[in-house]
């Protein structure tokens, strides 16, 4: 059961320019005045990497809390061209990072690189937020929890200690962006058994933090709520609208 703190956090992907910073404020002060719930909640949101030192500075006064969407896999500094490491991300007051994500993972991301990047980002004391989903052929011949058990499995192998900096975002790779979601039954067998499965596989005490994302808007996030395995949301499309993402939390707490 998920009876802590919920994580609303926009993955903004390849959108934002220098304006993009008054969506910022606009959630912000949503947040503000949402004295009823917003003990309830954490907001988090990953720009691109052009935006996220602006934001970072932003965000030092506004509980709004920011994330990079990815990070490099070794080195603090080196020959890596267009890459940024997790210890540069650090510097410029980032604590969270999205690793694993399918976009990302499409274009040649593997486990093997998930697992270091994961590594890296934990020993330099971020909070990972670390994707994993089945695509629809997967899920087509019932593959689902094998799939997402193993993608865990590889992704962790060297941070089997470190579940109070890992919240896992369980994003089927069919739903992002297609308007299609999981049927609640569904959703909430795969939320029951991840969660079950990484407590006995990682001997926690307590159960893991884990996010559902794909096609979360003002309408999906109805048919989510009463899943109480689930400790927030990861929004993608939908995030990128003040409007569109405040009226996914006031649906929420409706
Ligand atoms: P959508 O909400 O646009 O389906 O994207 C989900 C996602 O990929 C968030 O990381």
Redesign the pocket.
Known sequence: MANGIRYFIG?W?MFGIPSSFKILDKINSYFQKDKKNNKKYKIIIAPPLTLLQDFSRRCKKKKILISAQNCYEKDNFGAHTGFVSPFMIKKIGINYV?IG???NRASGETDKIIMEKISLAVKNNFTVIF?IGENKEERRKKKTLNVLKKQILNGLKKNKHDFKKIII?Y?PVW????GKIPSPQELQNNAFNLKKFIKKKFKLKCNPKLLY?????KNSIRSFKPIKELDGF??????KSSKNFIDIIKNFYK
């Not at 739903?175 to 297609?178: K, L, V």
């Not at 994302?213 to 808007?217: A, T």
């Not at 990861?234 to 995030?239: D, E, N, R, T, V």
């Open positions: 993955n992907k999205i994500h399918s976009e994707c975002a994003e739903s992002i962006g297609t994302g794909g096609s979360v808007d990861l929004i993608g499309g939908a995030s």
